[in-house]
């Protein structure tokens, strides 16, 4: 990492999310619940997938990467965020802040890619059922996670090439509670008009184009579904309301911070705090709860392994 040699600045001041003790005490009590439910909630379903053989299919290996990627994400900004509340001097290191950047990016491209793969499975499950095993083979399934995580990768590479040679010289001071690229380049010591652009270019119209995607894809599953009324397509509507869910619950915050960058304010961080622990908690829980198959598993797995002579 070649900083330029104006760059002074080795650690970042992070302002946190309020000064209120009361706030403190809520947000403390809150994010943890919701962090330990968070990855409790997605190992559930890496175990239940990994451990049911009824369960290895394309779908349900996805959507076990997607609960790796949640796991990986809420596990980034939020331990340090929950021991940093009630400190009065929040610093995190110029590395520190690059390494989230890095892994939030990194997951974020990821997740992008999975979301889009996961939609192209409803669509060949739905439209064109009888070719399914065919099209979603295994060697699909690896291709497809493989895609996801090099996307994820260079996209999260090509943000860092953004500022890891930023000079930084003078204020230090991040209002928020974690590092990210909007906040962190209008630190730099030099004209960053074109940077934010480029920044909103790759981040956020990517985002926002993969979004509009999704929805156009999602629109064009249900057209078909309303020309079918058996319990088949109730289910697979039940599937698609899912999905839907879960990449509006993505999309937003993204969209919100990279397409319209701007001043922090509370609804920055409301954002960013539900972006960074609520969101990988409620993707488990949408797919389980609306997924008879998902608890059926889970009952069966734990099952065995809590009461293993029950089960013998």
């Known amino acids: ?16 999310l309020s000064n209120s003790w009361e706030i403190q005490i809520f947000l403390f009590c809150f994010s943890c619940l919701f962090y330990v439910s968070s990855v409790m909630a997605n190992l559930i379903v890496v175990v239940t997938v990994t451990s049911d053989p009824y ?38 290191s110029f590395g520190g802040c690059v390494a989230q950047i890095f892994f939030s990016h990194a ?18 499950a739905i439209c064109k059922p009888l070719h399914y095993l065919t099209i979603m083979n295994p060697r699909m399934c690896i291709l497809i996670l493989v895609a996801a995580w090099a996307i994820g990768l260079i ?5 860092l090439a953004f500022v890891v040679n930023l000079p930084f010289c003078g204020p230090n001071v991040l209002d928020s509670f974690y590092c ?37 894809s999602y629109i064009f599953i249900l057209v078909i579904l309303q ?23 993505f999309f937003g915050p993204l969209i919100f ?38 608890k059926i598993a889970i009952r069966r797995v734990f099952g065995s392994i809590l009461f293993p002579l029950k089960n013998e």
């Not at 779908?59 to 009065?88: G, H």
């Not at 997951?107 to 060949?124: K, P, S």
Request: charged share 15%; aromatic share 12%.
């Open 55 to 92: 369960l290895h299919s394309p779908l349900y290996i996805l959507l076990a990467n997607l609960s790796i990627i949640d796991l990986i994400f809420c596990s980034i900004a939020a331990p340090k965020m929950i021991c940093d509340i009630f400190r009065k001097q929040k610093v995190i």
């Open 257 to 294: 911070f990279y397409v319209w960058p701007s001043p922090p304010t509370h609804l920055d961080k409301f954002l960013a705090i539900f972006d960074a622990i609520f969101t990988p908690f409620l993707n488990p829980i949408i797919y389980t709860f609306r997924n008879r198959e998902m």
């Open 1 to 16: 990492m070649n900083r330029d040699k104006h760059s002074v600045v080795s650690e970042f001041v992070l302002l946190g």
């Open 155 to 159: 996209h999260s590479l090509v943000q």
């Open 180 to 216: 990210d690229i909007p906040q962190l380049i209008k630190l730099a010591c030099t004209n960053t008009y074109k940077l934010e652009f480029m920044v909103t270019a790759n981040s956020g119209f990517i985002s926002l184009s993969a979004f509009f995607l999704l929805i156009l």
């Open 227 to 249: 020309k079918h009324s058996s319990g088949g397509s109730s289910k697979a509507l039940s599937t698609l309301s899912a999905h839907i869910t879960v990449v509006v619950l």
């Open 107 to 124: 997951v974020g491209g990821t997740e992008m890619v999975l979301l889009i793969a996961m939609a192209f499975d409803r669509y060949v």
